[in-house]
């Protein structure tokens, strides 16, 4: 059964998998060539590995993708399944993936290490780049369009900013600033 995915927004998959006791450098290589490989596919936008926080636990693989489709095209290759048919050596089952679009990302994130996660204040300081401009916007506009919007009931306005603003913010800025300030939230994702 094909499906077609047509949708322009960063994808991001989070896979865990826990390696064979005693194949865990294995498993980090075979993850790293499957990072090299996946460079070569359209919409690649970086990868990462979390080891486990203890011996005997699932590692992480995030990979983020410039759309669903491309990630689509990913998993369908011949590159995914070559590497994937390798890994199977060096590790207990399937992994089990979720994905993320980019602001699930900012507030769920996935079971990381504390180490590896962003601190609340830098989370705090990018969602208020792309909320504090959006309110101002909403705010101006609704008066300058619509002079008897000021004269609506205080409730009334503040929820119609505040769809205005959640709507945007979740299809139009956050995945632009999700994937502008990821060095100033986690750091450079590493692919090699």
Known sequence: MSEEV?????????A???ALPGHEHAYEENVREMFERMKE???????????????????QVVVNFDSEADLAAWDNSGDRRAIFAKMRDHAEGEPQHRRLNAL??????????????????????VTWMGIWPLASLFIWLG???????KNLPFLATTAVNV????????FLVAPVLTKLMRPFLVGKPQTD
Not at 104 to 125: C, D, H, L, N, Q
């Open 6 to 14: 047509v949708d322009s927004t960063v994808v991001t998959r989070i």
């Open 16 to 18: 865990r998998r826990r």
């Open 41 to 59: 596919h359209q919409g690649f936008a970086g990868a990462e590995i979390i080891p486990p926080e203890s011996p005997g636990c699932a590692y």
């Open 104 to 125: 699930e990302e900012w507030f769920v994130g996935p079971s990381v290490p504390a180490t590896t996660k962003p601190p609340r204040w830098k989370t705090a300081i």
């Open 143 to 149: 008066g300058f369009w619509n002079p008897g919007f």
């Open 163 to 170: 769809a205005l603003i959640v709507l945007t913010m979740t």
